[in-house]
């Protein structure tokens, strides 16, 4: 009963009147288990769900008079009861149970199938006085805000907090600067700061279309899918890998321009400001060739030069010099300040751990978060340790 949380418990076995119904012990023997420990113990689960108990025992009534103290319908025998009686008696009780209807018919149509039974032997209805609708009491558990390894998707913005300066600094550079690059160390929450801080915050100015991508080991694919998603907004999941493919292969082939194309969802958009975000851009010198990484960043340097839209990329520390050996890239970042993460603060990270708590007005356990600072400290990576922490079911209590 503690493993399903039912509502009909169903005892098929031996009775034996005032002494008891007949379980096996421990040991595989058999014992008597007495009206007052069963209604004791059906005290407790009637407040867990329990409606309706089945005793299809022999002389099994004495136990259901004590349990419908506290249980709203339970069943007993007053005599002994036949295989058959008790097998058909069974069938259609719970026939009628899986059709939907109340205990009470389905007693009475499971009584009407007791074919050859004396009045005596039917099973006698037991109900509680006062019938208290009841349904299984689960423990309301509040989502669980912390993310993990994982990083925070826009969906995440309402429990993403410790980052309140960097990413008002991010909206202030997204606005003057068409080249918006986002460098740190692994593990220092680049990607959340763009999707649950960046992102949620121009939504709520109304006049920006924004797209996201990952460059992956086929970039100019990758991006032609997030324009095809701006272009065609409607179009399904065939339509647009085809729609895709072909947009890649005329960028790639100089057919069309990735400003071109931008210019075309500005005009079906009323002219929003066009912002494109790719994630995780080391890929590009993980996955791709160098003539590959060349040409992709030509194209997307010529349209940010003529003012096309606004590219925020987020880059692994490790890989800076990668960006930095292309004089082309080199000098656009020259230009356009990059914006530079590093490891969160203790005050930081209090906020990371307290406010999405109290959000969901859950109550951290005594010095539990104190715990977690000081052993997360100030070393690189420690927002993704964080919050693995904070991911345990086991750090809070309503």
Not at 84 to 112: H, M, N, P, S
Request: charged residues 15%; proline residues 5%; aromatic residues 8%.
């Amino acid at each position: 009963m503690l493993d399903y949380q039912p509502q009909i418990v169903h005892f098929c076995g031996h009775g034996a009147g005032q002494d008891g119904i007949v379980l096996n012990d421990e040991m595989g023997q058999p014992a008597l288990i007495s009206a007052d420990a069963l209604g004791s113990m059906f005290k407790l689960f009637a407040t867990k769900g329990v409606d309706c108990v089945l005793l299809n025992a022999c002389y099994s009534l004495v136990q259901a008079e004590a349990i419908s103290q506290h249980v709203n319908y339970v069943i007993g025998m007053t005599q002994t009861v036949g295989d058959k009686a008790a097998v058909a008696f069974a069938v259609a009780f719970y026939d009628a149970i899986a059709a939907g209807q109340e205990v009470e018919f389905a007693y009475e149509l499971g009584c009407t199938q007791m074919i050859g039974s004396v009045k005596q032997q039917t099973p006698v209805l037991r109900k509680k006085q006062l019938i208290i609708p009841t349904a299984p009491q689960t423990e309301v558990i509040p989502p669980n805000p912390y993310q993990g390894l994982s990083a925070f998707g826009e969906e995440d913005a309402a429990f993403f907090f410790g980052r309140d300066t960097f990413v008002n600094g991010l909206v202030q550079a997204t606005h003057s600067q068409p080249l918006v690059a986002v460098i740190g160390p692994s593990g220092s929450g680049k990607s959340s700061v763009v999707f649950a801080g960046l992102i949620p915050q121009l939504r709520t100015e109304g006049n920006w279309l924004i797209e996201s991508f990952g460059p992956g080991n086929q970039p100019f694919y990758q991006l032609a899918s997030a324009l095809v998603r701006q272009l065609v907004p409607e179009v399904g999941e065939t339509q647009l890998l085809r729609s895709a493919t072909g947009l890649a292969t005329n960028i790639q082939q100089g057919k069309v321009t990735l400003q071109q194309v931008v210019s075309r969802i500005r005009e079906l958009n009323s002219d929003k400001r066009f912002l494109l975000f790719a994630d995780q851009f080391e890929e590009l010198y993980t996955l791709c060739q160098k003539e590959e990484q060349e040409r992709f960043t030509d194209m997307l340097l010529q349209a940010i030069h003529q003012k096309s839209l606004t590219l925020v990329f987020t880059l692994r520390a490790d890989f800076y010099g990668y960006v930095l050996s292309y004089r082309p890239f080199r000098d656009a970042l020259q230009e356009y300040t990059p914006q530079l993460v590093s490891s969160m603060s203790r005050e930081e990270l209090q906020a990371a751990i307290a406010l999405p708590a109290q959000k969901l007005e859950v109550q951290l356990e005594a010095q539990l978060q104190e715990r977690i600072l000081d052993d997360v400290g100030l070393e690189p990576g420690n927002l993704p340790l964080l919050e693995f922490a904070c991911l345990s079911d086991t750090l809070c209590q309503t």
